[in-house]
Structure formats: C-alpha cells, structure tokens
C-alpha cells in the first residue's frame, strides 16, 4: 500500500474548523483514501472515507485534490472532544489488500478552549 | 446498534499462562480483524478472517500466538504462553462486504493486556 504523510502535530481553536492535511503523492488508481481518529484509551473511530469526489458526513468533509496526491479532513466546528489522533490512510478495497488498513504515526489534534 | 464488543477489557496474568481475548463483531459483518497497538510498533494488523476463514495470519507474531473464528459471531485470540512483551492493547475490528470491499472497518474499544 502507499504511504501517506502528516503533520505530527496540529493545534485548533475550539469552535473553528479543523483542517488536517494529508499527502500522499504515490497513491494508485484504486486506493481509498480512509480517515480514522483514535482519542486516548478507545478503539479507533471510522470518521469518512472517499475515492475521487470530496465527501461529507455528519462527523466531517473529506477533500481531494484532483490529481489525487493529497487530501484534507475538515471538521467544521472543533470542540475539546475532537482532541485525538487523526491517521489518513490508503486502501485498496480487492486484490490480494482485501481493503486493509495500516496505520501509521497520524496527526496528533488539540483543540484548545 | 451495537458495535463490536471485546473481553475482557482489561487482563493482568502472569507470564507463562494462557491469555484468551474474546471479539463479538457486528451482526451482518462478514470480516473480522484483530490489531495490536504499542508504543513502539504502533496500530499493526495481526490476522484477518472473512466468513469465519483466517484470509491473512502473516501478522501473527509467533506459534504463540493462535485466533479462531468458530462462527460469524465470535472469535477468539489467544496466547500460550504469554511473556512480558506481549502487553499491548489489542483490538478488533469488523467490516460488511467480504474480501472486496471498501467499507469501514468499526473498532471494539480493546483489551489491555499486561504480563507481568
């Protein structure tokens, strides 16, 4: 699977939007583009997952650039429980991937009051 | 609805004895993931089934190591016998859609397992 590059770390004011950043320069023709957060001592959480269109749920908007080389989750109005890890990932959904994830070091969120 | 449920949430045990995790993934869903999270290693993938058949077990870490699936509403992963380095937090994960598939997996909230 490709690999994706975060910020390490990323601060947000609560009530404004949170825009996290994903590159992923290398990614295939059939990879997804999946993000997760984990907040601490829980098991990680499914936030919103897009192919080529940007998406949006009730949780969040994922935006893909159209040459598919990076990403951004948005979550529009930040409060202190969004405060987690937030991993961007890619997956291809057949083949010999069976839409497996790997995570990798994610962005660590903090949202400040 | 509910979502995937893991037991026991938290496991102290003494090296050398036989630990058993325990996985009721969400009904309907056909595949079945377990992780293990350290700091070290971070979130890894250790076995994958899909209707009760284990698809992946390249990321089971040694024979120590064993997960079973006996029906589509249980799976178990067991260590025998466990040694200090195994304590990690160890999740699963379920997903509709069989081996092709682009749908969410939805994590349990795991199990802390600590040897001493």
């Known amino acids: 699977d490709a690999k994706t590059t975060q910020p390490p770390s990323m601060d947000c004011a609560e009530g404004r939007a949170a825009n996290l950043p994903c590159n992923h320069s290398t990614i295939s023709g059939n990879e997804y583009v999946y993000w997760y957060r984990q907040i601490h001592s829980q098991g990680p959480q499914y936030i919103i997952h897009g192919l080529k269109n940007n998406e949006t749920n009730e949780m969040a908007s994922l935006i893909i650039t159209e040459d598919r080389k990076s990403s951004t989750l948005i979550l529009p109005h930040a409060t202190l429980r969004d405060t987690a890890v937030y991993y961007c990932?890619?997956?291809?959904?057949?083949?010999?991937?069976?839409?497996?994830?790997?995570f990798g070091q994610g962005t660590i969120l903090t949202v400040h009051p | 609805d509910a979502g995937v449920i893991q037991s026991p949430r938290h496991e102290v045990t003494e090296m050398g004895q036989e630990v058993t995790l325990r996985c009721k993934p969400i009904?309907?869903?056909?595949?079945l993931f377990w992780y293990r999270q350290t700091m070290m290693r971070g979130l890894e993938l250790l076995i994958y089934f899909n209707n009760n058949v284990p698809i992946d077990d390249s990321g089971m870490p040694e024979d120590r190591f064993s997960a079973k699936m006996p029906n589509a509403s249980f799976s178990t992963l067991k260590i025998q016998p466990s040694e200090p380095r195994d304590s990690a937090v160890y999740f699963c994960?379920?997903?509709?859609?069989?081996?092709?598939?682009?749908?969410?997996?939805?994590f349990g909230d795991g199990t802390r397992l600590s040897i001493l």
């Open positions: 994960a379920s997903r509709s859609g069989g081996t092709v598939s682009n749908q969410p997996q939805h």
């Open positions: 990932i890619l997956s291809n959904a057949g083949g010999t991937s069976y839409g497996k994830l790997t």
């Open positions: 009904s309907g869903h056909n595949s």
